[in-house]
């Protein structure tokens, strides 16, 4: 027995909630841009965050309305995605309060930044990891706008890397899920993916 959902039917903020309870965890984009009027560095989380090419390096996330951290990405065509660590939990949460436009969350909440190293949005000091982007494009769609970002630095602290590679378990991201919850790293699994060479049954030809 299932329960069915209409998109059509519910209301939008139904059919958000039911969304961001099914597809889970999101990680999370800890977004520093620069107002180009004030100067003021803001700082916000967005959780619709993924890759999206490698050759060349493109993440993406969607501001689902027209928030500061996308109209001052549209004017400067840059900004940094900070890694969200678990040990700033309740200041990544406060940057997620609906400040007037042109305050900095950085000021406000009182976190400390580091400047950049391509590109002049700042960048979260306590934060592992740092991805400056410069804007690719914009796609809108409906309430949301995807933005895509090519990467042109990445800076990674020496402390979570092991081996050469950043160690997931060191860098302890956290990610959001549904209602007023959020994630933590918790279990990490380890599989190696088969090859079709080595899948039970194959026979070489």
Not at 43 to 66: D, E, K, T
Not at 99 to 115: K, L, N, Q, T, W
Not at 179 to 202: C, F, M, N, Q
């Amino acid at each position: 027995m299932r329960v069915d959902f209409d998109p059509e039917v519910l209301d939008r903020n139904s059919f958000y909630k039911l969304l961001t309870a099914v597809v889970v965890p999101r990680p999370i984009a800890w977004v520093s841009t620069v107002d180009p009027d004030t100067g003021a560095a803001n700082l916000a989380p967005h959780s619709f965050f993924n890759v999206a090419c490698v050759s060349p390096p493109i993440v993406q996330f969607s501001s689902v309305g027209r928030k500061d951290s996308l109209r001052n990405i549209e004017e400067t065509g840059e900004f940094v995605v900070s890694l969200a660590p678990e040990h700033l939990f309740e200041q990544v949460n406060a940057t997620g309060t609906d400040f007037p436009h042109g305050v900095s969350e950085f000021d406000e909440v009182g976190i400390a930044r580091e400047p950049s190293s391509r590109v002049k949005p700042p960048r979260v000091a306590a934060s592992p990891v740092a991805l400056e982007c410069v804007l690719h494009s914009t796609v809108r769609l409906g309430d949301s706008t995807v933005v895509f970002g090519r990467v042109v630095h990445a800076a990674v602290s020496e402390a979570v890397m092991t081996d050469g590679q950043p160690d997931i378990r060191l860098m302890r991201p956290l990610t959001r899920l549904g209602k007023e919850e959020w994630g933590t790293l918790g279990d990490v699994l380890e599989i190696s993916r088969i090859r079709y060479a080595d899948w039970p049954g194959h026979r070489a030809e």
